[in-house]
């Protein structure tokens, strides 16, 4: 509706970011349960933590130590390429360069070495 008012001078695209940004601030200001006064009392907001518990983090500890023993049983080319993509966190092509394969050749190994270390860990449920 405001597009006669655009200045070609100015680049299009920063005068519709402008115009979202101030529309979602106009949303923002209207909404009741967005504006939250710091100082009143009878708002409280839950506030979670980013840090497991020390019980979620026994739990973590126990299924990654799962996870490295259910890794150890793999074949050694299948250990390798999951400790690549996974635990050193390359992508494809990185591991296609450092074990000398295709980019295919990296996304069937990979696929087929998931399948297997499914099947080890639901060997040992």
Not at 27 to 35: A, G
Not at 69 to 94: F, G, H, M, S, V
């Amino acid at each position: 509706t405001k597009l006669k008012l655009y200045n070609e001078d100015f680049d299009f695209t920063t005068w519709v970011i402008s115009i979202a940004h101030n529309t979602m601030i106009d949303h923002i200001r209207r909404s009741p349960k967005l504006n939250i006064s710091l100082d009143d009392e009878t708002n409280f907001l839950e506030i979670l933590e980013d840090h497991p518990s020390p019980e979620e983090h026994l739990i973590l500890k126990q299924d990654n130590d799962t996870l490295i023993k259910a890794i150890a049983k793999l074949r050694e080319p299948y250990q390798k390429i999951i400790e690549l993509r996974y635990i050193e966190d390359k992508t494809y092509k990185e591991i296609a360069e450092e074990l000398n394969l295709t980019l295919p050749n990296v996304k069937v190994r990979l696929l087929r070495a998931k399948q297997l270390l499914t099947e080890v860990m639901q060997d040992n449920i």
